[in-house]
C-alpha cells in the first residue's frame, strides 16, 4: 500500500497525476486530502476545491468526511477498497474541523461493504474450456501482464508456459512476470516489443491474455490483433474483457488461482514447429544491439548495466526512449523489479517512484533510467534524494531531444522538430550543487567503470551518458498498423548478443 497526504486546494490537485498513474496502472493507494471547514464548504473559501469530484473518475473510490465519528469507518473502507479485487487509489477529503474534532475512537475489525463483491475463483466450466483450446493448440502464445505480477502468480505462470511449451510475451508492465532469460521468453509485445513477439502473436492459433488489458500500445490495429487465433482472456476486473478486443473464452478471477485450476488440466506438449519457427524469427529479427556503432549507444549503457547489476538491481524509469531501450534490454532475474509508468505514460516519474522504492527496498541496488527531457520534469526531487540520504543511482540517457516525440517527427514528419530540441541544465554541476556525486559519459569505453563507480558509492550517484543524439527505438510498429507491420532497425549488419537461456 502507498499513502500520500496533502493540504487543501494546490495541495490536493498536485496529487492528481500521481493518482491517475496509479488508476491506470491498478497499484493500491490511500490519498489522505485537507478541506476548508464544513461550513465553508461550497462558498469558495480559501484553497477550497472540490477534489472527491475532480478525482471521481480516477479512482475506485472516494469520500468527503463530513462527522469525526465517521472517519474511522472511511479509513477501514479505503484501505480495504484499495488492496483488494483490482487495486487502485482510494481518496479522502478531510475538512479542518473534521480533523480537529474529538470522538470515541473505535476502529472497525471488518469492512461494511455489502455491494463489493469479489470473483476470484474463476468459473470451473470457462477454465475447463481454456484447458482444452490450450491442449489442441498448434501454436499458442501466453501474454502476460501486470495482474500476474498483482496476484504474485509467477510459479503457476512458469508452470503453465513450462508444461506445454508455450511462448511467453510480456507487457510493458508485465516485465519480470516471467523470467526474462528464459528460452520460452519473447520478451516485450506491442509498439516497441521485439519483432519475434509481435510475429508470435500474428501467426499464434491461441492466445492466452494473463492480466492485462489489450491497450493500444500492445495490440497495434485491433482489426489486425492476433487474426488468426482464438482468444483466451483471464482477468479480475470484468470490465477489461472484450473491452478492446474480441474474447472467444472469457475468465473472471484471481490469477494465481485460475492458473492453479487451469495448470491441473494441461497435458505436456512440446510444440516443437512452433518453437523452431519462433528462434528462426529470433535470429533473423534480433534487437539491435549497436555493436558497430563507435557513437555512444543506449544499447551500450544496458549491456553494461545488466553486467554490473547481473539482473538484480530494481530498475525505475521515466516516460520516453530510454523507457523503452529499458524495457527492451535489461535482463532481469528477479521478480516484479521493474517499475514504470505505463498507461498515463507521464513523464518524470523515474525520480520520485525509483525514490519510493528505495525506501520500500532499502537493501535493493535501484537504478533511475532517464531521459534529459523526462529527468527535467521533477529534478527538484534530488534535494528529496539528499534530505533523506537515499541511495538512489541515476543513468540519464541525455541526447538533447525530447527523444520519442523527435523520432515521430524525424521518421513520419520530415525531421520536422519543432518543440523537441532540448536545452538542459549541466547535470553533472546541477548534482554537485545538491551534494550528489556525478559523472559525465561521452564514450563506449567510460560506460563500465562509471557504472561501478556508481555502485561503489553509498549514497546517491548520478551519470549524465551523452547517447547519439538521433538514436532511435526499433522495432516500431507504426501508428494504424498491425502488429506483423513493425519498422526494423535500419541497418545492413545486426548483431545478437549470446543469449544465455535459463529454466
Same mark, same amino acid.
Given at each position: 500500500?502507498?499513502?500520500?497526504? !496533502?493540504?487543501?486546494?494546490?495541495? *490536493?490537485?498536485?496529487?492528481?497525476? %500521481?493518482?491517475?498513474?496509479?488508476?491506470?496502472?491498478?497499484?493500491?493507494?490511500?490519498?489522505?486530502?485537507?478541506?476548508?471547514?464544513?461550513?465553508?464548504?461550497?462558498?469558495?473559501?480559501?484553497?477550497?476545491?472540490?477534489?472527491?469530484?475532480?478525482?471521481?473518475?480516477?479512482?475506485? $473510490?472516494?469520500?468527503?468526511?463530513?462527522?469525526?465519528?465517521? #472517519?474511522?469507518? *472511511?479509513?477501514?473502507?479505503?484501505?480495504?477498497?484499495?488492496?483488494?479485487?483490482?487495486?487502485?487509489?482510494?481518496?479522502?477529503?478531510?475538512?479542518?474541523?473534521?480533523?480537529?474534532?474529538?470522538?470515541?475512537? $473505535?476502529?472497525?475489525?471488518?469492512?461494511?461493504?455489502?455491494?463489493?463483491? #469479489?470473483?476470484?475463483?474463476?468459473?470451473?466450466?470457462?477454465?475447463?474450456?481454456?484447458?482444452?483450446?490450450?491442449?489442441?493448440?498448434?501454436?499458442?502464445?501466453?501474454?502476460?501482464?501486470?495482474?500476474?505480477?498483482?496476484?504474485?502468480?509467477?510459479?503457476?505462470?512458469?508452470?503453465?508456459?513450462?508444461?506445454?511449451?508455450?511462448?511467453?510475451?510480456?507487457?510493458?508492465?508485465?516485465?519480470?512476470?516471467?523470467?526474462?532469460?528464459?528460452?520460452?521468453?519473447?520478451?516485450?509485445?506491442?509498439?516497441?516489443?521485439? !519483432?519475434?513477439?509481435?510475429?508470435?502473436?500474428? *501467426?499464434?492459433?491461441?492466445?492466452?491474455?494473463?492480466?492485462?488489458?489489450?491497450?493500444?500500445?500492445?495490440?497495434?490495429?485491433?482489426?489486425?490483433?492476433?487474426?488468426?487465433?482464438?482468444?483466451?482472456?483471464?482477468?479480475?476486473?470484468?470490465?477489461?474483457?472484450?473491452?478492446?478486443?474480441?474474447?472467444?473464452?472469457?475468465?473472471? %478471477?484471481?490469477?494465481?488461482?485460475?492458473?492453479?485450476?487451469?495448470?491441473?488440466?494441461?497435458?505436456?506438449?512440446?510444440?516443437?514447429?512452433?518453437?523452431?519457427?519462433?528462434?528462426?524469427?529470433?535470429?533473423?529479427?534480433?534487437?539491435?544491439?549497436?555493436?558497430?556503432?563507435?557513437?555512444?549507444?543506449?544499447?551500450?549503457?544496458?549491456?553494461?548495466?545488466?553486467?554490473?547489476?547481473?539482473?538484480? !538491481?530494481?530498475?525505475?524509469?521515466?516516460?520516453?526512449?530510454?523507457?523503452?531501450?529499458?524495457?527492451?534490454?535489461?535482463?532481469?532475474?528477479?521478480?516484479?523489479?521493474?517499475?514504470?509508468?505505463? %498507461?498515463?505514460?507521464?513523464? %518524470?516519474?523515474?525520480?520520485?517512484?525509483?525514490?519510493?522504492?528505495?525506501?520500500?527496498?532499502?537493501?535493493?541496488?535501484?537504478?533511475?533510467?532517464?531521459?534529459?527531457?523526462?529527468?527535467?520534469?521533477?529534478?527538484?526531487?534530488?534535494?528529496? #534524494?539528499?534530505?533523506?540520504?537515499?541511495?538512489?543511482?541515476?543513468?540519464?540517457?541525455?541526447?538533447?531531444?525530447?527523444?520519442?516525440?523527435?523520432?515521430?517527427?524525424?521518421?513520419?514528419?520530415?525531421?520536422?522538430?519543432?518543440?523537441?530540441?532540448?536545452?538542459?541544465?549541466?547535470?553533472?554541476?546541477?548534482?554537485? !550543487?545538491?551534494?550528489?556525486?556525478?559523472?559525465?559519459?561521452?564514450?563506449?569505453?567510460?560506460?563500465?567503470?562509471?557504472?561501478?563507480?556508481?555502485?561503489?558509492?553509498?549514497?546517491?550517484?548520478?551519470?549524465?551518458?551523452?547517447?547519439?543524439?538521433?538514436?532511435?527505438?526499433?522495432?516500431?510498429?507504426?501508428?494504424?498498423?498491425?502488429?506483423?507491420?513493425?519498422?526494423?532497425?535500419?541497418?545492413?549488419?545486426?548483431?545478437?548478443?549470446?543469449?544465455?537461456?535459463?529454466?
Amino acid at each position: 500500500m502507498g499513502v500520500c497526504l !496533502a493540504t487543501s486546494g494546490p495541495g *490536493a490537485t498536485n496529487l492528481v497525476t %500521481g493518482i491517475a498513474n496509479a488508476y491506470l496502472d491498478s497499484v493500491p493507494m490511500v490519498a489522505l486530502t485537507g478541506q476548508v471547514q464544513t461550513w465553508f464548504i461550497g462558498k469558495d473559501a480559501f484553497q477550497e476545491i472540490d477534489i472527491t469530484g475532480i478525482t471521481l473518475p480516477i479512482t475506485k $473510490h472516494n469520500s468527503l468526511v463530513l462527522d469525526v465519528n465517521d #472517519l474511522a469507518e *472511511a479509513i477501514k473502507e479505503a484501505f480495504y477498497i484499495a488492496r483488494t479485487g483490482r487495486p487502485g487509489p482510494v481518496l479522502i477529503d478531510i475538512p479542518q474541523d473534521v480533523l480537529t474534532n474529538i470522538c470515541e475512537y $473505535h476502529y472497525p475489525a471488518h469492512a461494511d461493504l455489502p455491494g463489493y463483491r #469479489l470473483p476470484l475463483q474463476g468459473h470451473p466450466a470457462q477454465i475447463r474450456k481454456a484447458a482444452k483450446m490450450i491442449n489442441e493448440a498448434r501454436n499458442p502464445v501466453i501474454v502476460a501482464g501486470r495482474g500476474v505480477i498483482i496476484s504474485g502468480a509467477f510459479q503457476e505462470l512458469k508452470q503453465l508456459a513450462e508444461s506445454s511449451q508455450i511462448p511467453v510475451v510480456n507487457t510493458l508492465l508485465g516485465i519480470t512476470a516471467f523470467p526474462t532469460n528464459h528460452v520460452l521468453s519473447l520478451g516485450m509485445g506491442g509498439m516497441h516489443g521485439t !519483432a519475434y513477439a509481435n510475429k508470435a502473436i500474428d *501467426a499464434c492459433d491461441v492466445l492466452i491474455a494473463i492480466g492485462m488489458r489489450m491497450d493500444d500500445r500492445l495490440t497495434g490495429q485491433v482489426s489486425g490483433f492476433a487474426p488468426n487465433a482464438k482468444i483466451i482472456h483471464v482477468d479480475l476486473d470484468p470490465a477489461e474483457i472484450g473491452k478492446n478486443v474480441r474474447v472467444d473464452v472469457p475468465i473472471v %478471477g484471481d490469477i494465481k488461482k485460475v492458473l492453479s485450476a487451469l495448470n491441473k488440466l494441461i497435458s505436456a506438449s512440446q510444440h516443437v514447429e512452433w518453437i523452431n519457427d519462433i528462434e528462426q524469427w529470433r535470429t533473423k529479427y534480433p534487437l539491435y544491439r549497436a555493436t558497430d556503432c563507435e557513437q555512444l549507444m543506449p544499447q551500450h549503457i544496458m549491456k553494461h548495466l545488466n553486467e554490473a547489476t547481473h539482473g538484480d !538491481a530494481l530498475l525505475v524509469t521515466g516516460v520516453g526512449q530510454h523507457q523503452m531501450w529499458a524495457a527492451q534490454y535489461y535482463e532481469s532475474n528477479t521478480v516484479n523489479s521493474f517499475i514504470s509508468s505505463g %498507461g498515463l505514460g507521464t513523464m %518524470g516519474f523515474g525520480l520520485p517512484a525509483a525514490m519510493g522504492a528505495k525506501v520500500g527496498m532499502p537493501d535493493k541496488t535501484v537504478w533511475c533510467i532517464d531521459g534529459d527531457g523526462s529527468f527535467q520534469m521533477t529534478l527538484h526531487e534530488l534535494a528529496t #534524494l539528499v534530505q533523506d540520504n537515499i541511495a538512489v543511482k541515476i543513468a540519464i540517457f541525455n541526447n538533447g531531444y525530447l527523444g520519442m516525440v523527435r523520432q515521430w517527427q524525424e521518421l513520419f514528419f520530415k525531421r520536422n522538430y519543432v518543440g523537441t530540441p532540448l536545452t538542459c541544465p549541466d547535470f553533472v554541476k546541477l548534482a554537485e !550543487a545538491y551534494c550528489i556525486p556525478a559523472l559525465r559519459v561521452t564514450t563506449q569505453e567510460e560506460v563500465p567503470g562509471a557504472i561501478k563507480q556508481a555502485m561503489d558509492h553509498d549514497g546517491p550517484f548520478l551519470i549524465d551518458f551523452m547517447v547519439e543524439p538521433e538514436a532511435n527505438v526499433f522495432p516500431m510498429v507504426p501508428p494504424g498498423a498491425a502488429l506483423a507491420q513493425f519498422m526494423d532497425q535500419p541497418k545492413k549488419e545486426v548483431t545478437a548478443w549470446p543469449r544465455q537461456n535459463t529454466l
